[in-house]
């Protein structure tokens, strides 16, 4: 490799430092309690907000993954969720699955089709959440969510713990109150970490 080749890759390397750490710059801490940890920020672009939270659980990966291959369960912990169902199971790794979130009154309630993807990663397990609005017709009286992003994130730590991450960017739709967000970007996600900790760890 003759130098030329060296100063542009530490230049490389150096532009993709800089604006990985102008990515995380506009992290905000919202929520830091029970061992939770919940930063907030705003897409530039459509001025959405988008959340990751995490905790550290005594657990194991399998008891975290058949947690997660119960999509009919969902419901029961995940905060907010009044609906949830399998739509279609491709194989071990991969299901359409819907979802259908409570918002207070008067508002619709929202509702998306989620494909769900696990994979092996060289740190863990990762589960990405991608939305798919028009994989089935939308409901009267609910609004379909139209755009979905997030993941879940399994990495086995020692002392028998696995650090949990999740992550998750939506489009709510519009007329959505600033303190109704909140409770979707900051009270959902803690609430959804505490009973998951408590399924987990009993």
Known sequence: MN???I????IILISDISFISAQDNKWVLKKNKDGIIIHTREDEATGNIEFKA????????????NVFNNIEDY??????TKV??????????????????????PLENRDMPVYQKTIKTNKGIKISL???????????????????????????????????KYQFL??????????????FIVD???????NLKTIVEH
Do not use: H
């Open 170 to 183: 939506c489009d709510p739709g519009l007329n959505i109150p600033k303190w109704i967000i909140n409770l």
């Open 3 to 5: 130098y030329k080749n």
């Open 84 to 105: 949830s169902k399998t739509l279609k199971k491709v194989n071990e790794t991969e299901s359409y699955i819907y979802l259908e979130a409570q918002v207070p009154w």
């Open 188 to 194: 959902g996600p803690y609430k959804t970490l505490i």
């Open 130 to 164: 991608t939305g798919i609005p028009d994989y089935i017709p939308r409901k009267k009286g609910i609004t379909r969510i139209k755009k979905a992003t997030g993941s879940w994130i399994f990495i086995p730590v020692p002392n028998n713990k696995i650090i949990v």
């Open 54 to 65: 995490s905790i550290t659980l005594n657990t194991d990966i399998d008891k975290l993954i």
């Open 75 to 80: 419901k029961k912990w995940m905060a907010d």
């Open 7 to 10: 100063i542009f890759l530490i």
